[in-house]
């Protein structure tokens, strides 16, 4: 989110940590069994259904970026009712936010009404509808509402489908599993960022609904979740679905067993409850991160990452330049899911508030320096190179690399850091019959806040220069490095109780007996 976009290591990591087994290959003997034994579980279907699903978070990557390289044609269209002025761009860039808020609010009642599965399934109708009305739009209305609709679906795809996969998942796998959704949502920005250089803003729209459909049917043969089934009474139906899942030769009774524990053990929180040190402190780390992570400018960058390039007058097309960002990030990412657990949750925060702070900086400084205004109102099309830029993309002279070195930069100190920890430390730090709320709360914050962010970006920097922007989310960043100093804990190698007892007493993680 989100990011959001931003951009998700899940909370399925932590899962991983406290439950990793030994066996991580397709067929794996688990629960205690010997090769060959009931006990083997064939992973090639979960394999399957993962895909299946995480479709959808592919969709939503490609859709969160959309904004980026259609900003040419819509801001020079040549017809006076899909030309775009700053501040109906703003809004174009950034009502996506709002309907990730409510897409993504929605599915958290959803999710308990029609299940896990029925959730990732609608979430296709709105992202189909908004990439039909962007196609064929003839009015800035069909626009806005394509682009809000899409980020209704975005909502819900980021509401349902970790929840989806961490039920499917076994805990040997359920880690590796759970990093997919984050993958494949990067996947989706580069793969836009691709077509985009090439392929007219209208046809991009016809493209993003491809994943949509195929969501549907990929997703329509998938069982559902045998949490979801047991809740609901339905023990057969639960067998069936994870005897699919694990293959025939696994022993399905034990873990159907432990998930009926876990479902009658469930209760709820009372507001006696969230008023104490216990629940209240973590769910105010978990919301003030979110609140920082989202104003600390990454949606924006990524939403408008041609513009800013643009803006800033690289030395290299602002389209290709694009595309190398898309896979420095999703390299980012890769990297940042390796050092989860071998790297101190503030050690990493402080590196990555340290990077975004230099980044943004530098690009606050070399903006103002080097007079980076908005370009002027460009021709009536997506197709790179901008004017300028000769047919493979080499710049005129006087141009630097410079920028693209920082947003660079900026986006790898983000994955580093504050992109999937604040992930990862709502898994950790919240307690389990609080999430629902709290998760909530931090789903309205985050994605409200990046509407404002992405809202107002635009309109500041086209006003008064690429420098103001980025000023603030140069103040914002080192909030960030302060408020991980002064409220943050390391929870790297703590028990649950453990942190559990650090915020009941706030001063130590040791339990006394």
Same mark, same amino acid.
């Given at each position: ?7 998700? &290591? ?8 406290? #439950?990793?087994?030994? +066996? =991580?290959?397709?067929? %794996? *003997? @688990?629960? !205690? ?19 299946? &699903? ?8 490609? #859709?969160?970026?959309? +904004? =980026?390289?259609?900003? %040419? *044609? @819509?801001? !020079? ?437």
């Amino acid at each position: 989110m989100k990011g959001r976009g931003n951009e998700l &290591v899940t909370s399925a990591v932590i899962m991983d940590r406290r #439950s990793k087994a030994a +066996a =991580s290959d397709e067929n %794996t *003997a @688990l629960l !205690g069994g010997e090769p060959g034994t009931a006990s083997l579980v064939n992973n090639s279907r979960l394999f399957l259904a993962v895909f299946s &699903v995480v479709l959808g978070n592919f969709s939503f990557g490609y #859709s969160l970026v959309y +904004a =980026s390289p259609v900003q %040419t *044609a @819509l801001q !020079g269209s040549e017809d006076p009712r899909l030309q775009m002025d700053s501040t109906q761009y703003a809004w174009f860039g950034s009502i996506y936010s709002l309907g990730a808020a409510a897409g993504g609010l929605g599915t958290m009642m959803l999710n308990d009404m029609i299940g896990r599965k029925m959730s990732i399934m609608t979430s296709a109708l709105p992202s189909a509808v908004g990439y039909m009305l962007m196609g064929g739009a003839s009015d800035r209305w069909m626009l806005l509402l394509g682009r809000f609709l899409t980020g209704i679906a975005g909502g819900m795809t980021s509401a349902s489908i970790p929840v989806y996969i961490s039920e499917i998942s076994h805990p040997a796998i359920r880690g590796a599993m759970g990093s997919c959704p984050q993958i494949t949502a990067v996947c989706g920005a580069l793969v836009l960022y691709a077509l985009g250089t090439w392929l007219p803003w209208r046809w991009l729209a016809v493209a993003g609904g491809v994943p949509a459909v195929a969501l549907v049917v990929l997703v329509a043969l998938m069982p559902s979740s045998p949490r979801r089934l047991l809740s609901l009474g339905r023990e057969e139906e639960a067998e069936e679905a994870l005897r699919w899942l694990r293959g025939r030769d696994y022993d399905v009774q034990t873990e159907l067993r432990a998930v009926q524990n876990s479902i009658r053990s469930q209760r709820g929180v009372t507001l006696r409850e969230l008023a104490t040190p216990t629940y209240y402190r973590p769910i105010l780390i978990s919301v003030g991160m979110r609140f920082l992570q989202q104003l600390s400018g990454i949606t924006p960058t990524l939403v408008y990452m041609q513009y800013i390039l643009s803006t800033s007058k690289i030395a290299l097309d602002p389209g290709i330049a694009t595309v190398i960002v898309g896979v420095v990030r999703l390299f980012s990412v890769a990297i940042a899911a390796s050092l989860m657990d071998r790297a101190g949750r503030k050690a990493l925060l402080y590196t990555s508030s340290m990077l975004m702070i230099l980044s943004s900086l530098s690009l606050t400084m070399y903006s103002h320096a080097n007079g980076c205004t908005p370009p002027p109102t460009p021709p009536n099309v997506t197709r790179l190179p901008q004017p300028g830029f000769d047919s493979l993309g080499v710049a005129p002279a006087g141009l630097s690399l410079v920028p693209l070195f920082l947003v660079i930069i900026f986006i790898f100190g983000y994955a580093m850091g504050w992109g999937p920890i604040t992930w990862l430390l709502m898994a950790e730090v919240l307690p389990l019959v609080a999430r629902g709320v709290a998760s909530g709360l931090c789903v309205a914050v985050s994605w409200l806040t990046a509407f404002a962010v992405t809202h107002l970006f635009i309109i500041l920097a086209d006003r008064y220069g690429l420098y103001v922007p980025y000023l603030c989310f140069t103040v914002v960043c080192v909030f960030c490095l302060l408020f991980t100093a002064v409220r943050v804990p390391e929870t790297r190698g703590r028990t649950l109780e453990e942190i559990e007892n650090f915020f009941r007493t706030g001063r130590t993680f040791t339990i006394s007996s």
